[in-house]
T-cell receptor
Framework: SQTIHQWPATLVQPVGSPLSLECTVEGTSNPNLYWYRQAAGRGLQLLFYSVGIGQISSEVPQNLSASRPQDRQFILSSKKLLLSDSGFYLC?????????FGQGTRLTVV | GDSVTQMEGPVTLSEEAFLTINCTYTATGYPSLFWYVQYPGEGLQLLLKATKADDKGSNKGFEATYRKETTSFHLEKGSVQVSDSAVYFCALSDQTEKLVFGKGMKLTVNP
């Protein structure tokens, strides 16, 4: 069966520090992969999506970047975190007509 | 670009009340439409889906019909339960397989 792993579950980072959130998928090949941010009052915002290795589409210009070094690995990064980067980050992958979500990472930038 | 607009909450209902959550979309072509639910303390999960016009998705007493003429996919349930308390997201998947979500609506059902 397909599973998706996302870690860490919670993270507290100081302003200006780097960020790396990792997401891996099992049980499928060549999935479409997504990073979303869920901010209070703003719902789910698509940040990046990828249809293949090395192929990244950015939906919202901001202080974050994404990479897909392997078929089933999707990484969300930042060189210097801002206070406004705080939020709940969700990784997801999609098959033909359905998406599967990780449990999310609660990031607090202090 | 593609977008999803859904009714915003929060909404509080009494048990056994009728529920409607409106959702309309803008997309090129013929997207697939979804409702996702996030129960307290859990990740998102698919509630129901429809892949073409006039399809009706249903699950756990919830229903939604893909209306191409009104570009809508409203979620309904005839009698809500306390266990239906959650955040509900309408979403679409376009031909590039990009997923776009609405802002979500928090539903609280009181006994």
């Amino acid at each position: 069966s397909q599973t998706i792993h996302q870690w860490p579950a919670t993270l507290v980072q100081p302003v200006g520090s780097p960020l790396s959130l990792e997401c891996t998928v099992e049980g499928t090949s060549n999935p479409n992969l997504y990073w979303y941010r869920q901010a209070a009052g703003r719902g789910l915002q698509l940040l990046f999506y990828s249809v293949g290795i090395g192929q990244i589409s950015s939906e919202v210009p901001q202080n974050l970047s994404a990479s897909r070094p392997q078929d089933r690995q999707f990484i969300l990064s930042s060189k210097k975190l801002l206070l406004s980067d705080s939020g709940f980050y969700l990784c997801a992958w999609s098959g033909d007509t359905e998406a599967f979500f990780g449990q999310g990472t609660r990031l607090t930038v202090v | 670009g593609d977008s999803v607009t859904q009714m915003e909450g929060p909404v509080t209902l009494s048990e056994e009340a009728f529920l409607t959550i409106n959702c309309t979309y803008t997309a090129t072509g013929y997207p697939s439409l979804f409702w996702y639910v996030q129960y307290p303390g859990e990740g998102l999960q698919l509630l129901l889906k429809a892949t073409k016009a006039d399809d009706k998705g249903s699950n756990k007493g919830f229903e939604a019909t893909y209306r191409k003429e009104t570009t809508s996919f409203h979620l309904e349930k005839g009698s809500v339960q306390v266990s239906d308390s959650a955040v509900y997201f309408c979403a679409l998947s376009d031909q590039t397989e990009k997923l776009v979500f609405g802002k979500g609506m928090k539903l609280t059902v009181n006994p």
